[in-house]
């Protein structure tokens, strides 16, 4: 069960780091490695929690991850492109009734991963 919600609330994260890839037209590989290392660190944090590495390589977490990270209708890969492209999320939150589950996610993560898990970079920067 923990591989299953972890999987299913990091995937939306990595695809809304998909989509600002695709926004900022950075390609299919530089979209492809993200995803991949994504799932690696959706992995580390599932292990970390007490998952099951089966579970998070399978099609709960994987499979799931790909779907959302790579298909049209991805409410989290659209609101992403559009980040890439240049809207904040102000803007982006104003001009849609859709959820984009992994906005909240992601800053929900991020204080998880300050307060409880420690070894994690959060003080990256990307340009």
């Given at each position: 069960?923990?591989?299953?919600?972890?999987?299913?609330?990091?995937?939306?994260?990595?695809?809304?780091?998909?989509?600002?890839?695709?926004?900022?037209?950075?390609?299919?590989?530089?979209?492809?490695?993200?995803?991949?290392?994504?799932?690696?660190?959706?992995?580390?944090?599932?292990?970390?929690?007490?998952?099951?590495?089966?579970?998070?390589?399978?099609?709960?977490?994987?499979?799931?991850?790909?779907?959302?990270?790579?298909?049209?209708l991805?409410?989290?890969?659209?609101?992403?492109?559009?980040?890439?492209?240049?809207?904040?999320?102000?803007?982006?939150?104003?001009?849609?009734?859709?959820?984009?589950?992994?906005?909240?996610?992601?800053?929900?993560?991020?204080?998880?991963?300050?307060?409880?898990?420690?070894?994690?970079?959060?003080d990256?920067?990307?340009?």
């Open positions: 069960v923990i591989g299953v919600e972890v999987g299913g609330a990091v995937k939306n994260v990595i695809a809304l780091a998909a989509g600002m890839c695709e926004g900022l037209g950075l390609g299919t590989n530089a979209m492809s490695g993200l995803v991949t290392r994504g799932c690696g660190e959706m992995r580390r944090l599932g292990l970390h929690l007490g998952a099951q590495a089966s579970t998070l390589s399978g099609l709960s977490g994987v499979g799931d991850t790909f779907g959302t990270c790579f298909g049209p991805s409410r989290n890969r659209q609101f992403g492109f559009r980040l890439g492209q240049g809207e904040t999320m102000e803007e982006i939150l104003k001009s849609t009734n859709e959820v984009a589950e992994g906005v909240a996610t992601s800053l929900a993560l991020r204080r998880f991963l300050r307060e409880k898990v420690g070894g994690y970079r959060l990256l920067k990307y340009p």
